[in-house]
């Protein structure tokens, strides 16, 4: 993909299909009152870039005639401000809360504006709601200056880039409406995985375990989380099986866990983490996988679960990972695994393609 970027305005990546990305010169947009532009400094890839990547997109496609710039984790730099920002000042650092709702409907109403029907969320395909939205891997992008937080000296440009999976872990953990004293289980121990026994912990939670499939994702995840136990699924057994032998790992075999958040979107999973609940246990779903999959309705009913989705986040949450970050309550710098520069962004997407390392960040456009 390398290309001479010198003479660009607004490098920008754009992904056509899977495997076919360019860098082009695209517009910067014109700032409307409320407007920040934000020089980007760093994009981290995850699960839903390689999906676009490997395949052009998740539920909706990319248009092959238009692309799509891509990007949604990302920090920066304010660069310039629209005529009544008051908020937010020139060469503030950033992170960046990467969708704006139509501030209107019932939902935005209701505090719950990541369930906008007309969000733009960025580098998401057009919607019946929403036209394309570019993405943050461009040198500059424009957003309302109240989707932008500004970080304390304490937190890096490199760390900002983790605020927003930190926020859809925050965001679960309220959702599962975790108490102080509980025992809760995170099934998959990716990066939304680890953030979520992170925040669960500082929600109150006594005992925390996480489970996976890899042996090296779990020995990561005893060491920067100090007290949480790990069990690794077995993959040639039931998800009956797998649940029998954790809870007997976790001495709580007549009894159950109190909350399951399950972060790893895989069928197995959804069904290990039905059958190790107690009865009127909490199941949030976090991880997207296949948009049908099989799970024990039965056992959901029998133990009358509460069992809800989770989407992104919503009111707080982005202030709220801020805090812990800055506080030092999770700490984040161990998850940083590799960079690469803006010119060879398919090289982090591969990366995370194949599992190596927890967060792989791009380096904004270099002058």
């Known amino acids: 993909m390398a290309t001479s970027i010198a003479t660009m305005e607004n490098p920008s990546v754009v992904l056509y299909g899977p495997g ?20 980007i400094a760093f994009i981290g890839t995850c699960g839903s870039d390689v999906h676009f990547w490997k395949h052009g ?24 401000i629209g005529s009544e920002v008051t908020s937010i ?3 503030d650092h950033v992170a960046i809360e990467p969708g704006v709702p139509c501030r209107y409907c019932k939902a935005c109403k209701n505090g719950t504006y990541n369930l906008c029907r007309k969000m733009r969320f960025a580098a998401a ?10 993405g943050t891997l461009s040198k500059f992008w424009k957003i309302p200056e109240d989707f932008v937080h500004r970080l304390p000296d304490s937190i890096s440009l490199e760390e900002a ?12 953990t309220k959702l599962a409406d975790i108490r102080p004293g509980e025992t809760v289980v995170i099934m998959g121990s990716g990066t939304v995985g680890l953030l979520c026994a992170a925040a669960a ?33 077995d993959t040639n057994a039931t998800s009956e099986a797998n649940a029998k032998a954790l809870l007997g790992q976790l001495r709580l075999k007549d009894e159950g866990v109190d909350a399951v958040i399950e972060a790893s979107g895989a069928a197995s999973s959804i069904a290990t983490g039905i059958h190790i609940l107690r009865l009127g246990g909490k199941f949030v779903q976090t991880g997207l996988g ?41 700490n984040v710098k161990s998850f940083i695994s590799s960079f690469v520069d803006f010119e060879d962004t398919p090289q982090a997407w591969e990366r995370t393609a194949i599992g190596e390392g927890i967060k792989n960040l791009i380096r904004g456009v270099q002058d």
């Open 20 to 39: 076919n990305v360019k860098i082009e010169d695209r517009p910067v947009e014109e700032l409307g009152p409320r407007d920040v532009l934000v020089r």
């Open 57 to 80: 997109g998740i539920t909706n496609k990319v248009d092959p005639q238009r692309g799509i710039v891509m990007g949604h984790e990302a920090s920066g730099i304010i660069h310039s």
């Open 89 to 91: 000042s020139i060469g």
């Open 125 to 134: 395909p057009a919607t019946a709601g929403a036209p394309d939205t570019p």
């Open 161 to 172: 880039v983790l605020v927003e999976p930190l926020s859809v872990a925050i965001h679960a």
């Open 201 to 233: 912990r500082n929600f109150g939670a006594q005992r925390i375990a996480l489970v996976d499939v890899l042996e090296k994702k779990l020995v990561f995840a005893k060491g920067w989380l100090p007290g949480c136990e790990v069990f690794k699924v």
């Open 290 to 330: 296949q948009p049908k999959v099989e799970f024990p309705i039965v056992a959901l009913s029998e133990k009358e679960l509460m069992v809800r989705g989770c989407f992104r986040y919503a009111s707080g949450d982005f202030e709220l990972a801020v805090h812990l970050l800055q506080d030092e309550k999770v």
